[in-house]
């Protein structure tokens, strides 16, 4: 259960940075949020393989 928490948890993170990446006017704070998105991303589909593997 704590795995689904987290992964909930890092694809509110991704999606919180995703919406200050678009709402920033500096290009490259946008791409650094960005790029941290898209660690949120992984990060939260690794959490969702890891809960759904038998065992």
Do not use: C, T, W
């Not at 990446?21 to 992984?42: G, K, T």
């Amino acid at each position: 259960m704590d795995q689904i928490r987290d992964s909930i948890y890092y694809e509110q993170l991704a999606r919180v940075a995703r919406l200050k990446a678009n709402a920033s006017e500096d290009p490259f704070l946008s791409r650094r949020l960005r790029e941290a998105a898209v660690r949120h991303e992984q990060k939260a589909r690794k959490l969702k393989r890891a809960e759904q593997e038998p065992g």
